[in-house]
């Protein structure tokens, strides 16, 4: 089976959060179960930066978008077995930035991904890829689907591949001003409410879930919620009509990436036989962040996360004294909004020594507080998948959610003697019902046979890609 993967980020070439890490080991985890896998990405500034070696593929393309036409040109890297094509536009791509600036969105954003859907649909036919499955992801690969139907003229399309959509977040649907819609060059017919228009808009996302063969999202329980009016992003409605084609796979996690025994990051590396490394790798973290080392036998809260409302920063907000009452550290990592920011640098300096945070993307220190930290915090008031906690897991950090979406699925709270279960779950989005969870960790905390007990189960759970695999296929597999 041929799948061409299409995705507006891939990691390690460039990376905003989870889409780019399910890019990058989803496609190889079907490769490795015999499938034929090649992907497309945007020629961003970050993959130039990063010096891969490119090819060439002497292929350039001319893309219609709107009465305008570009040319796009076609590169190619090959990585673990895998080929990824590059569509390269500087105008669009080459920018600080993949999809915005810190204050608001690039506003050629629909342009630039009309431009890339429509590269990589033309590329397919250019190459006579002619693949069975063309699977794509989120708002920036939503209009594929028409694309392949209509022809990226919008005029119609010999070969008919089967499709395959996946959310991997509701809450950014790619949505722009109807008046905008003759940049597709699609027919009149499919700015309708069944397919694109949303309330006069244009809905990428929604021309992804109306006209993909199969629609998938990133955990079995945010497959559930996004029929409600809570989660559903004013989708719910028409997501509950699609729901016979609607699958919930949870994310794998990619363990070459994220394994204590063979994390190079790690001041010592670490397995669920023997944590004593995880002392070492907490020091480390202290020190780093340069909080008081004579606390390395305090509980050490981390956290690494897009500082916005929806990763629970608002409830943060509200707990945070509370919390800093418990006699507790805590290391934060992130970007994202600038009054967390604010908030965040004011919490390091309410609690110094106690409370550290840096702001900024920064790989390297991601895994050391994976490995370093004692609890992972991730309250999002929604979360489709969520993979630090399943990192956590495997790192013996153990998390504490809010029971939603992949955190519901992935974490099972523990049982009240403790022996069963490997986190902390809280049902309601408050602060008094995430510190009840934080003060039942604290305790079993204080019982060092029973914590370790409870990091070594969560630390032999199989969270890895070849699971979800299996699940991607049976659903191309069942494409009538
Ligand atoms: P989302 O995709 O909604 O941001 P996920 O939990 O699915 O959330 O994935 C986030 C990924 O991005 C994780 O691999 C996480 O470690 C990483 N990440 C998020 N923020 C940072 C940061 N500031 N520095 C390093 N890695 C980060």
Known sequence: MKVVYISSEISPYASTGGLADVAGALPKALAESGLDVCRIMPMYRPVYDKGYSLQDT????KIPVGFRTYKAHIRFHEMEGIRTYFVERDEFFDRRELYSLPDRDYEDNFERFIFFQKAAVALMDELGLAPDIVHSNDWQGGLVPAFLEHGIQ??????????????HNLAYQGIFP?????????PFSCFSIEQLEFYGNVNCLKGGVSM????????????????????GCGLDGYLTKIQDRLHGIVNGVDYSVWDPQADSYLART??????????????????VMKLDRRRGNRPLIGMVSRMVDHKGFDLLVQAMPEIMKE???????????????????????MWPGRFGVYIGYNDELSHKIEGGADIFLMPSKFEPCGLNQIYSLRYGTVPIVHAVGGLDDTIQDVSEDGTGGNGFKFNTYTSDDLLASLRRALQLYRKPDAWR??????????YSWTR?????????????
């Not at 919008?154 to 959310?167: C, D, S």
């Not at 109807?178 to 699609?186: I, M």
């Not at 397995?271 to 004593?276: A, C, E, K, N, T």
């Not at 299996?470 to 597999?477: L, M, R, S, T």
């Open 58 to 61: 002497g292929v350039t393309l």
């Open 154 to 167: 919008g005029i119609g399309r010999a070969a008919k591949e089967k499709t395959v959509f996946t959310i």
């Open 178 to 186: 109807g008046s905008d819609y003759a940049y597709t060059n699609l």
């Open 212 to 231: 993909a063969d199969r629609v998938t999202t990133v955990s079995r329980r945010y497959a559930e919620e996004i029929l409600q009016p809570e989660f």
């Open 270 to 287: 670490y397995g669920p036989d023997d944590l004593s490394g995880k002392a070492e790798c907490k020091k480390d973290l202290l020190k």
């Open 327 to 349: 006699d507790v550290s805590f290391v934060l990592l992130g970007s994202g909004m600038k009054e967390y920011h604010e908030a965040a640098q004011e919490w390091s300096r």
């Open 453 to 462: 007990a409870l990091q070594r189960r969560g630390m032999k759970q199989d």
């Open 468 to 480: 979800a695999a299996k699940e991607y296929i049976a659903v191309y597999e069942n494409i009538g």
